[in-house]
Structures are given as structure tokens and as C-alpha cells.
């Protein structure tokens, strides 16, 4: 799990999850990392399936879409200025997403190992902790470090 090419903003102000998730669309467009498809298919994925996910004392959100979207795997975290509302998975409320991890894979299969692992670190109060409280300069590592170094 450790191909991923991972992005990192911090102090991004939004004015609600479909202005991050338009970011998000617009910034994998242009790294090159998405289709052209893939904004729109961001928007529409985030509708039917919410990603706000609530945690211990904490929210994230976690938006994807499907692969045939994405020309390479990638992470894109943002830690925003303050939180966005995004609407909870399982729930009908909205929920202050203190942290955004996009998801792009090129093969279904890795979104499910992805969340299964990530899920798996966010149970953990330290990491989530961890990613918010590191300088930027630091968060790339901090997370490459948790989630996609091999298991030893």
C-alpha cells in the first residue's frame, strides 16, 4: 500500500463540502492524478454515499469515487482552516470534518484494502491526534508512517 502519491494542504477555508470537494476534483485534474470525469463523479459519489465520519472526539471525511476515474493512486490530505460539513455516512446530520483524506485508487480492490486499514488507524485516538496537531511539514510522514508503511 505504499504507492500511493500522497498530497498535503493545511489552512484551506471552505465554505462547505462541495466547495472542498470541488477543490479536491479540480487540484487531482490538474496534478494529473484524475480524469476529467473525476470531479463530477467526486460530486455525485459524495450525494448518493456521504463520507462524514464521526470518531472519537474527532470528524473526517473520507470522499471517492469509483477508479475507472483516476489515472494513478493518491491521498490528498487536508487539514482545512476549520471544519467543513460534510453529511455523516450513517447518519441524516451533518458532521465538522476536522480532516479530509481523498481517496484515488486505480483498481477497486485497493479502495477496500485502503479503507480497511485506514478505518483501522482512525480507531486509534493517537493517529487522528497525530495528523492534526503535526506541523505540515510533517503530515505526509506522520501519516506514510501509520497507515502506508509495510506491515512489519
Known amino acids: ?3 500511493y502519491r500522497l498530497l498535503v494542504s493545511s489552512g484551506l ?23 476529467d470525469s473525476y ?10 454515499y456521504p463520507t462524514g465520519i464521526a470518531l472519537d472526539g ?3 471525511a473520507i470522499p471517492h469515487c469509483d477508479a475507472s ?10 487539514r482545512p482552516a476549520s471544519p467543513v460539513q460534510f453529511q455523516q455516512a450513517d447518519d441524516d446530520g451533518t458532521i465538522g470534518a476536522e480532516l479530509i483524506i481523498a481517496l484515488v485508487v486505480t483498481h477497486p ?3 477496500l484494502n485502503l479503507l480497511k486499514a485506514l478505518f483501522g488507524q ?3 485516538p493517537e493517529f487522528i491526534e497525530s495528523l492534526l496537531s503535526a506541523p505540515e511539514s510533517e503530515l ?13
Open 1 to 3: 500500500m505504499h504507492n
Open 122 to 124: 482512525l480507531q486509534q
Open 58 to 60: 474527532h470528524a473526517v
Open 109 to 111: 480492490e485497493q479502495q
Open 13 to 35: 477555508s471552505f465554505v462547505d463540502a462541495e466547495e472542498a470537494l470541488n477543490h479536491i476534483g479540480q487540484k487531482m485534474v490538474r496534478d494529473g492524478i484524475c480524469r
Open 69 to 78: 476515474h483516476a489515472v494513478e493512486p493518491a491521498i490528498y490530505l487536508i
Open 140 to 152: 505526509a510522514d506522520c501519516f506514510t508512517h501509520r497507515l502506508l508503511a509495510p506491515a512489519a
Open 39 to 48: 470531479p463530477a463523479a467526486l460530486l455525485e459519489r459524495e450525494a448518493a
